[in-house]
């Protein structure tokens, strides 16, 4: 069973930045998927960023903007958040997956992660 507890989030102006941590722990770290998804009021969540060992994706509305990595021996993924939009406001999930391939989060919605964070809420003003 693997516990994923995010941190980071806060209320930030347009045009700023913010990083978020997601640390793991009760499983092999290095032997999962991780990924980043995000759900703003009244919408279904979305996939953002997913990261192998080195291959990384992105929705096209962060790409450019925002950069996925992970430290695997601080059983950490990471999301640096740059020129953020106040079209970025959502609660951030991060997300670990054992057997789907990174690539295919973004088809597979909410059935691409096998273990979720609590989230945490990213609030972009204008």
């Known amino acids: 069973q693997v516990q994923l507890v995010e941190s980071g989030g806060g209320l930030v102006q347009a045009g700023g930045s913010l990083r978020l941590s997601c640390a793991a722990s009760?499983?092999?770290?290095?032997?999962?998927?991780m990924g980043w998804f995000r759900q703003a009021p009244g919408k279904e969540r979305e996939f953002v960023a997913t990261?192998?060992?080195?291959?990384?994706y992105y929705a096209d509305s962060v790409k450019g903007r925002f950069t996925i990595s992970r430290d695997n021996a601080k059983n950490t993924v990471y999301l640096q958040m740059n020129s953020l939009k106040p079209e970025d406001t959502a609660v951030y999930y991060c997300?670990?997956?054992?057997?789907?391939?990174?690539?295919?989060?973004?088809?597979?919605?909410?059935?691409?992660?096998?273990?979720w964070g609590q989230g945490t809420q990213v609030t972009v003003s204008s």
């Open positions: 997300a670990a997956a054992y057997r789907q391939a990174p690539s295919t989060a973004q088809a597979l919605g909410i059935k691409w992660s096998d273990y």
């Open positions: 009760g499983g092999t770290f290095s032997g999962y998927n």
């Open positions: 990261i192998a060992w080195s291959s990384t």
